[in-house]
């Protein structure tokens, strides 16, 4: 007999990953210019005190999007904890892709090259906040 889940999840997605970052508008900066999303809303909550910008490559209705969160009182950078590992996004040409971005001066830990037990080819960035993004080339 076939075991049914109690909540048909059929019709779940992704919508979002959140991560808080410390200068909302370098992260918006990089997000966009480096990697091509589009900022497709902002908004402040004054009694709250912290602003959402959400990026990504398309409109929400359809695709995951990353929500920045900045806390408008955080006095000190936030620290990567050890739990995260990284978002991955998809480029064409991962060698130009690094050259441009390291000539903008964005941090690549991993340069571009064959992942080390065979498979893609891979690079690792950080966003302004310290945060890695790797990319994977897809040709």
Known sequence: M?????VDTSKFRMLHT????????????????????????????????FTLAFVGYGDESANTVIELTHNWDQAEPYTIGSGYGHMAIGV??????????????????????????????I???????GYK???IEKK
């Not at 808080?20 to 990697?35: A, G």
């Open 92 to 121: 064409p040409d991962i060698y130009a892709t690094c050259a441009g971005m390291e000539a903008e001066g964005v941090k690549i830990p991993r340069p571009p090259g064959p992942m080390k037990h065979g498979g893609s080819v």
């Open 18 to 49: 959140m991560i808080r970052v410390f200068d909302l508008d370098k992260s918006i900066d990089f997000y966009t210019r480096h990697l091509g999303m589009k900022l497709l809303r902002r908004t402040d909550y004054e009694s709250g005190r």
């Open 2 to 6: 076939e075991e049914r889940p109690a």
């Open 123 to 129: 690079a690792f960035i950080e966003d302004p906040d």
């Open 133 to 135: 993004v790797e990319l």
